[in-house]
């Protein structure tokens, strides 16, 4: 990722939620324009490893609160 998409990232990181949620709302609606390749089986695997270990993650922390 280069630094001007870093720079939008961090920026991003400060709004509140409120404004996240817009963003990020406005950013999807701009993706689905975009031609993407098909995803590779391990490049599907790795996400959803991803999305699991995150959400063990939060139960973990949710069970110490």
């Known amino acids: 990722m ?3 998409a870093q720079n939008v990232i ?3 990181d400060q ?3 409120t404004e996240k949620k817009e963003v ?3 950013i ?3 993706t689905l324009q975009v031609e993407f390749p098909p995803l590779s089986d391990d490049e599907l ?3 959803a490893e991803q999305i699991f270990s995150e959400l063990d993650r ?3 922390e949710d069970a110490r609160s």
Do not use: N, Y
């Open 2 to 4: 280069g630094t001007p």
């Open 10 to 12: 961090a920026t991003f």
């Open 15 to 17: 709004l509140p939620d």
């Open 24 to 26: 990020a709302a406005a």
């Open 28 to 30: 999807l609606r701009r």
């Open 45 to 47: 695997v790795l996400g």
């Open 58 to 60: 939060r139960e973990a």
